[in-house]
């Protein structure tokens, strides 16, 4: 009976791994959209109105960039440059290495250029963006599925082999 119980806890457990993880990509995929919006927001903003980058990051609000911190650190920052707040806000996102190295590399020029530049600069960074999250979210609803199907295997196989 305690074999059954034991067996039982560690399905269980592989199932909640594989969901934590599941829960972490589905994280990341919302904060890509959030930084996509942002994006959006900056180039819009100044394209039209000409706004400045501290007036575009204290006005906007995302729930996904809010819970990582990256919002907090842009709209706390209005005593340092863009660029560089906005280098501090990357290193708080779950996102993976080459989306981060784009917004790192989109941040280094950030307030230091002119707006066509800025904008040309802006919309290179949103159109390689739009292209990451379109292929995350093709693959996002059957992965996450199968991280937690992943997880109770693995459970059952330990449960298999100490018993």
């Known amino acids: 009976m305690v074999k059954i119980i034991a067996s039982g ?18 994280k990341s995929y919302l904060e890509l959209c959030g930084v996509i919006n942002l994006v959006e927001n900056m180039k819009n903003s100044i394209s039209y109105s000409r706004t400045e980058l501290y007036d575009i990051f204290s006005s906007f609000s995302d729930k996904a960039l809010e819970d990582c911190g990256f919002t907090e650190i842009l709209k706390s920052s209005s005593n340092i440059p863009a660029n560089e707040s906005w280098q501090a806000a990357v290193g708080c996102l779950s996102l993976g290495e080459g989306i981060k190295g784009v917004l790192s590399s989109l941040g280094s020029s950030l307030g230091l250029l002119d707006c066509d530049t800025q904008i040309e600069k802006l919309e290179n960074c949103l159109d390689f963006l739009t292209k990451e999250r379109d292929s995350l979210k093709e693959s996002l609803y059957k992965k996450l599925k199968s991280y937690r199907y992943l997880g109770a295997l693995a459970g059952s196989l330990a449960a298999i082999v100490l018993y």
């Open 9 to 26: 806890l560690l399905i269980a457990v592989g199932w909640f791994c594989g969901g934590m993880y599941a829960e972490h990509k589905r």
